[in-house]
């Protein structure tokens, strides 16, 4: 059933993922419905948590996934390796004060 979920149900789920990333709370906990009914369905997962399910089964939760993603796509755009330019999404701070304010030397 989890080769089933992983290879079937997840792919639909997580298509185009950094597009459409969902924002609401709403949506989040609708998607992440999706993965809590499927691992309900796996046997010997009776009586145990959503938490304890994703334990068991090596799982992340939806959630954790699209912020791996999101993270993996700014890293290539920070490398150079996308099509997308950094300097379109984000707005790069000027280093020349260090932390908390305090000039480098």
Known sequence: MLSLYKSLVRPNVEY??????PHYKKDKELIEKVQRR?????????????????????LWT???????Q??????????????LKLNDFFTLADN??????????
């Open 16 to 21: 185009c993922i950094s597009a459409w990333n």
């Open 38 to 58: 499927f691992t309900k369905m796996i046997n010997n997962m009776e009586g145990k948590s959503y938490e304890e399910r994703l334990y068991c089964l090596k």
């Open 62 to 68: 939806l959630e954790e996934r699209r912020n791996r």
């Open 70 to 83: 999101n993270l993996i796509e700014v890293f290539k755009m920070c490398n150079g390796l996308s099509r």
């Open 96 to 105: 020349t004060r260090g932390i908390r304010g305090h000039c480098r030397k």
